[in-house]
T-cell receptor, first 114, second 113 residues
Framework: SAVISQKPSRDICQRGTSLTIQCQVD?????MFWYRQQPGQSLTLIAT?????????ESGFVIDKFPISRPNLTFSTLTVSNMSPEDSSIYLC???????????FGSGTRLTVV | EDKVVQSPLSLVVHEGDTVTLNCSYE??????LLWYKQEKKAPTFLFML????IEKKSGRLSSILDKKELSSILNITATQTGDSAIYLC?????????????FGTGTRLKVLA
C-alpha cells in the first residue's frame, strides 16, 4: 500500500496565524483526503482533494478556513488559516489504498493553538 | 442520519485477558466496514469486512461482520500491553454518487501488565 510522508509532525502556533501541512505520497493517487481529529473525538473528513480541480469540502468546513492545494498526483497541502484554540487537533491526510486495505494515513500533525 | 457507534468507550484489562469491541452502524448503501488501531496519531489498518459471517483473522485479532444486526465485533485474545490503543471502526457507504467514510468515536483500550 501507499506510504505517505506528512509534515510537520507537530506544531504550536499563535492564534491568528496560519499553518500549512504537507503530504507526499510515494505513488500517484487520484484522491487525497484530509481529516481532523479533535481531542477525544473521532476522525472528521474536512475535504477531498482531486488533482486538477477544486477540493470538495464537507459540511461545516470552508475553503477560506482550510485552503487545499493539489498540484500533482503525489502531493497535497492543507492550510489552517487564522487559527484559534478550537483548531487544536490532529490533522491527517489519507489516500484510499488497494480495494482490500481501506485508507492509508499519513503520520499526522498535532496542532496546538495558543 | 448516518452514524457509527462503538462500545465500550473505554476498557481496562490485564495482560492475557480477551476483549471484544463492538461497532454498530446505521447507513444506507453499505459497502464495507473497517477496523483501525490508533496508537499515537495515525490509524493503522486492521481489517476490512464486506461479507457477513466471514471471520477475518490476524494473529490474536479477529473480526466478523453481521449485516443483519448492522454490527461488527473485534476480538483480541491474550492481550498484551502493546495492544493498548484506540480502536476505530469506520463504515464505507455510497451516497450522492460517491463513497464516503464515517468513523466511530473509538474504543480506548488499556492493557495493564
Amino acid at each position: 500500500s501507499a506510504v505517505i510522508s506528512q509534515k510537520p509532525s507537530r506544531d504550536i502556533c499563535q492564534r491568528g496565524t496560519s499553518l500549512t501541512i504537507q503530504c507526499q505520497v510515494d505513488s500517484q493517487v487520484t484522491m487525497m483526503f484530509w481529516y481532523r481529529q479533535q481531542p477525544g473525538q473521532s476522525l472528521t473528513l474536512i475535504a477531498t482533494a482531486n488533482q486538477g480541480s477544486e477540493a470538495t469540502y464537507e459540511s461545516g468546513f470552508v475553503i477560506d478556513k482550510f485552503p487545499i492545494s493539489r498540484p500533482n498526483l503525489t502531493f497535497s497541502t492543507l492550510t489552517v488559516s487564522n487559527m484559534s484554540p478550537e483548531d487544536s487537533s490532529i490533522y491527517l491526510c489519507s489516500v484510499e489504498a488497494w480495494a482490500d486495505y481501506g485508507y492509508t494515513f499519513g503520520s499526522g500533525t498535532r496542532l496546538t493553538v495558543v | 442520519e448516518d452514524k457509527v457507534v462503538q462500545s465500550p468507550l473505554s476498557l481496562v484489562v490485564h495482560e492475557g485477558d480477551t476483549v471484544t469491541l463492538n461497532c454498530s452502524y446505521e447507513v444506507t448503501n453499505f459497502r464495507s466496514l473497517l477496523w483501525y488501531k490508533q496508537e499515537k496519531k495515525a490509524p493503522t489498518f486492521l481489517f476490512m469486512l464486506t461479507s457477513s459471517g466471514i471471520e477475518k483473522k490476524s494473529g490474536r485479532l479477529s473480526s466478523i461482520l453481521d449485516k443483519k444486526e448492522l454490527s461488527s465485533i473485534l476480538n483480541i485474545t491474550a492481550t498484551q500491553t502493546g495492544d493498548s490503543a484506540i480502536y476505530l471502526c469506520a463504515v464505507v457507504y455510497f451516497t450522492s454518487g460517491t463513497y464516503k467514510y464515517i468513523f466511530g468515536t473509538g474504543t480506548r483500550l488499556k492493557v495493564l501488565a
